[in-house]
Each structure stands twice: as C-alpha cells, then as structure tokens.
C-alpha cells in the first residue's frame, strides 16, 4: 500500500525557513520520480519541485533559488528545503511519487508576520 507522510510545517515569519520531511513506502522509492505539489486556500494544487533517481532537479519558476528538493534514497524519505519564505508560500505542500494516484495528508505551511 503506497503511503506518504508529510511533516515538517509550523507557522515562520516571512523572510524564515522550514524543512519539510516525507516518509514514502509501498513502492520502490528509490527508483521513483519525486515530487512536492502545494495547494493554497482557494487554489488547486499546483507543483512545486520534481528529483529524479539520477538527481536532476526540477522547480517551478517562482521558487527557484529559494526552495531545495532533496531525497535520502535508503530511508526512502523525500526533502524540501524552504528558505526566503513569502507570505504567498501559504499552502499545505504534499508529496508523491510522480503520476501516483494517491496522496498524504499534506503538512501545513503558514507564512505570516
């Protein structure tokens, strides 16, 4: 059974930093495609980050630069370093396996003065 756990969210001033954790099992994380997907109040979800087993990296545009995905293979854990944060990176921030029809929980990010 494919299963995500995200944690890592709190509450940061702008201008902060936050590391987010995903404990993925069920299927062969070393050998899948990783993602970090957001969604805002009132937004869809939208994709934030992609790491291929290779290590290529991928950002949506907004966020290169500030955001680092990251991936520790042997524990099957996936990584998104925050920094810089903008009251606009508001969302709960999900992780997959790319293409994958199941999703977590989801770990709560607020942004606020």
């Known amino acids: 059974q494919v299963q995500y756990v995200e944690s890592g969210g709190g509450l940061v001033q702008p201008g902060g930093f936050l590391r987010l954790s995903c404990a993925a099992s069920?299927?062969?994380?070393?050998?899948?495609?990783m993602t970090w997907h957001r969604q805002s109040p009132g937004e869809a979800r939208e994709w934030v980050a992609t790491?291929?087993?290779?290590?290529?990296?991928f950002y949506t545009d907004s966020l290169k630069g500030r955001f680092t995905i990251s991936r520790d293979d042997a524990n099957g854990t996936l990584y998104l370093q925050m920094n810089r944060l903008k009251p606009e990176a508001t969302a709960v921030y999900y992780c997959?396996?790319?293409?994958?029809?199941?999703w977590g929980q989801g770990t709560q990010v607020t942004v606020s003065p």
């Open positions: 997959q396996e790319a293409g994958s029809p199941t």
């Open positions: 069920g299927f062969s994380f070393g050998e899948a495609i």
């Open positions: 790491m291929f087993p290779g290590g290529a990296t």
